[in-house]
């Protein structure tokens, strides 16, 4: 074990990690279920579903054997120019679950790649409409997106990406109005009123995590301001982006967070969760208006974006597998369990005197830490990760958000178990 943490130490560069500082990283060996196993024989509860990947638990059998199925037959093949079963039957699913007008599946490998395509054909759509001018993208303060240049352009108001904020594309950042904040109706109206202020005939596409932002530090916000500020977008022509990459697949308690909502966006990004964690891969859904948009006699209105890896046979073999799954009466039983332990014992904290907005949607659970810092960064963060870890149970608080999202397979018991690893966490701040 030794060995594999000094060769890494010497040839590694980890994701999100300020590596002069940073703990060593744990040398996991295997999993199973909401189980890692490390080298050195522990077994350590994944609460946060392996960065919000893992849905039905570590080497689910019947996404391994679908895997190692396909794998025997069509690994992969180019996607321009040929089609497959997969990809086909992954398509076709997945439309019957969403919304019906989102009927055109474009496959990329990634979430940031699915925003990167979502935010190309909001551009080019326009583009392609003859109205060019439409080019301005809208999204919101604590917004993430991803990490590539158009992802991290929608996620500016993120606070991750200083170094680059010259490069960036024409983005108006809007704040989102928090739920857990005083007076919460009068800052909806006012964002309301910030939107309609905004350019908007010059306007392509808004951007936003629906119900609940990720990365930005779990925080809700309302379906009915959500619903207001779509009718808002569709009276001005503004097409609607739901990056669903982190909200999708009952991490919301419905299938998608548009399930919560009035009306259906123009375009949904899904990845993270599609292949229950154990391939990249995404999709970005729209509308056959936006798909039309792109049809004509000369190459130049064709959507000239793809990936080497594009609807993968592979990662479309382990969503199949996955969204069989996530259709079992067993997955919607395993969710409203995790949501009824949240009620009961996640809510007990809010009496917890360093425990600030205790709040949960679906199978995620959240709190503030009452604490002077704030941020990504608040050094908080790295004290609380380490006692967790002390305890067994992987949760990596973001800044001082202390969050869980485990599978979905998750017991009861593992649980409470992170719920009162929590409070340990927090009595230990005194
Ligand atoms: C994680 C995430 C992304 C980026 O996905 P990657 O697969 O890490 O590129 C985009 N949007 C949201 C909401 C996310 O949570």
Redesign the pocket.
């Known amino acids: 074990m030794m060995d594999i943490l000094e060769q890494d130490k010497a040839l590694l560069w980890h994701p999100f990690t300020q590596a002069a500082t940073a703990p060593p990283p744990l040398a996991i060996q295997s999993a199973r279920g909401a189980y890692l196993y490390t080298y050195d024989g522990r077994r350590i509860i994944d609460a946060i579903s392996s ?2 990947v893992t849905l039905h638990g570590h080497v689910h059998p019947a996404i391994a054997n679908a895997i190692a199925a396909q794998a025997h037959t069509l690994e992969q093949v180019i996607f321009a120019g040929c089609t497959h079963a997969p990809a086909v039957e992954l398509a076709a699913q997945l439309t019957k679950l969403l919304p019906p007008s989102l009927s055109r599946v474009f496959y990329s490998d ?6 990167e395509v979502a935010l190309k054909l909001a551009l080019q759509y326009f583009w392609n409409a003859g109205t060019p001018s439409r080019q301005r993208l809208i999204a919101f303060e604590g917004g ?5 240049l158009g ?1 991290m352009s929608a ?1 500016r108001g993120s606070g991750f990406f200083a170094p680059f904020m010259g490069q960036m594309m024409t983005v108006d950042v809007l704040p989102i109005p928090t739920v857990g904040y005083d007076d919460l109706e009068a800052v909806e109206q006012r964002v309301l009123q910030a939107f309609a202020n905004l350019p908007l005939e010059n306007t392509a596409a808004l951007i936003i ?1 629906p119900l609940i ?3 930005g530090g779990m925080r809700l916000h309302r379906p009915e301001f959500l619903n207001a500020l779509m009718a808002l977008a569709r009276q001005a022509g503004v097409l609607v982006i739901f ?5 999708g697949f009952y991490r919301t308690g419905k299938l998608f967070a548009l399930h919560h909502l009035d009306h259906a966006p123009d375009m949904v ?1 899904l ?2 969760g599609l292949t229950g964690g154990f391939l ?1 891969m ?1 999709v970005t859904v729209c509308t056959e208006t936006i798909y039309t948009a792109f049809l004509d006699k000369n190459f130049d209105k064709a959507f000239a974006h793809g990936h080497s890896f594009t609807a993968n046979p592979l990662g479309c073999a382990a969503a199949l597998a996955s969204l069989a799954l996530t259709q079992q009466q067993q997955t919607t039983q395993a969710v409203q369990c995790i949501e009824s332990c949240y009620r009961r014992e996640w809510h007990a904290l809010a009496t917890h005197p360093r425990a600030r907005n205790v709040r949960h949607l679906g199978t995620i659970a959240a709190l503030d830490v009452a604490a002077d810092e704030s941020g990504y960064t608040a050094t908080i963060g790295s004290h609380l990760k380490a006692f967790f870890l002390e305890h067994n149970c992987l949760i990596r608080p973001l800044g001082k958000v202390i969050y869980l999202m485990p599978p979905l397979c998750i017991q009861e018991e593992d649980v409470q178990r992170c719920i009162s690893v929590v409070k340990a966490a927090l009595d230990s701040l005194a």
Do not use: F, I, L, R
């Open positions: 960065w919000w990634n979430g940031s790649t699915a925003v993430y997106h991803g990490d590539t992802a996620g995590e932002q990720g990365a990056d669903e990459v982190m909200t990004c990845s993270k990249p995404a």
